[in-house]
């Protein structure tokens, strides 16, 4: 199974602060087909999860341009660009190329 | 609009079945390259992908748990199913049916306790 290591698994930010998360995958996330399925979620306190980023970098339609993804192969980054009290919550980073499709551990962003 | 809603039964006993339906609106599982999938979520934990079902009806399982998931649809009616045989405490958790291999739209989770 792809596994996929989260760093670090706690942030803690002020408010307006950019702010990184990386996701490590112990295999390419390189599809034959060419895509590269990983993308990013949200889950905000008891909430289920939402969707931000899919195929690496595209931002899923409503979600605020201060988040943004990069990445290829097995590294790949989540940045928020001046945090705001709404992103708390905990990030995950998920893999739909390779099955069984598999999640990060997470990374929970807080306030400092 | 899209929506998914899940059901089950909120608790049952170890050893029994769990059974799921997941109710969705605003697209159809008939069309080509859609799924449904489910991911389970032990409190304060990580979330954990279970199985998903394809619009052809292909279906894909956790291997860590394969032997006691079945994955089913009912097209006309826009339901998916999971059922997990042999339940144990371990799997206590909100279970929560996502569309597509992108996860973009969730459910709300439905909390399943499993005790004697």
Same mark, same amino acid.
């Given at each position: 199974?792809?596994?996929?290591?989260?760093?670090?698994?706690?942030?803690?930010?002020?408010?307006?602060?950019?702010?990184?998360?990386?996701?490590?995958?112990?295999?390419?996330?390189?599809?034959?087909?060419?895509?590269?399925?990983?993308?990013?979620?949200?889950?905000?306190?008891?909430?289920?999860?939402?969707?931000?980023?899919?195929?690496?970098?595209?931002?899923?339609?409503?979600?605020?341009?201060?988040?943004?993804?990069?990445?290829?192969?097995?590294?790949?980054?989540?940045?928020?660009?001046?945090?705001?009290?709404?992103?708390?919550?905990?990030?995950?980073?998920?893999?739909?190329?390779?099955?069984?499709?598999?999640?990060?551990?997470?990374?929970?962003?807080?306030?400092? | 609009?899209?929506?998914?809603?899940?059901?089950?039964?909120?608790? *049952?006993?170890?050893?029994? @079945?769990? $059974?799921?339906?997941? %109710?969705?609106?605003?697209?159809? /599982?008939?069309?080509?390259? #859609?799924?449904?999938?489910?991911?389970?979520?032990?409190?304060?934990?990580?979330?954990?992908?279970?199985?998903?079902?394809?619009?052809?009806?292909?279906?894909?399982?956790?291997?860590? *748990?394969?032997?006691?998931? @079945?994955? $089913?649809?009912?097209? %006309?009616?826009?339901?998916?199913? /999971?059922?997990?045989?042999? #339940?144990?405490?371990?799997?206590?958790?909100?279970?929560?049916?996502?569309?597509?291999?992108?996860?973009?739209?969730?459910?709300?989770?439905?909390?399943?306790?499993?005790?004697?």
């Amino acid at each position: 199974d792809v596994v996929l290591t989260q760093t670090p698994p706690t942030l803690s930010a002020t408010i307006g602060q950019s702010v990184s998360i990386s996701c490590r995958s112990s295999q390419s996330l390189l599809h034959s087909n060419g895509n590269t399925y990983l993308n990013w979620l949200l889950q905000r306190p008891g909430q289920p999860p939402q969707l931000l980023i899919y195929l690496v970098s595209r931002l899923e339609s409503g979600v605020p341009n201060r988040f943004s993804g990069s990445g290829s192969g097995t590294d790949f980054t989540l940045k928020i660009s001046g945090v705001e009290a709404e992103d708390l919550g905990v990030y995950y980073c998920v893999q739909s190329t390779h099955a069984p499709w598999t999640f990060g551990g997470g990374t929970k962003l807080e306030l400092k | 609009q899209v929506t998914l809603k899940e059901s089950g039964p909120g608790i *049952l006993q170890p050893s029994q @079945t769990l $059974s799921l339906t997941c %109710s969705f609106s605003g697209f159809s /599982l008939s069309t080509y390259g #859609m799924c449904v999938g489910w991911i389970r979520q032990s409190s304060g934990k990580g979330l954990e992908w279970l199985a998903n079902i394809w619009w052809n009806d292909d279906k894909y399982y956790n291997p860590s *748990l394969k032997n006691r998931l @079945t994955i $089913s649809k009912d097209t %006309s009616n826009n339901q998916a199913f /999971l059922k997990i045989t042999n #339940m144990d405490t371990a799997d206590t958790a909100t279970y929560y049916c996502a569309r597509n291999w992108a996860f973009d739209y969730w459910g709300q989770g439905v909390m399943v306790t499993v005790s004697s």
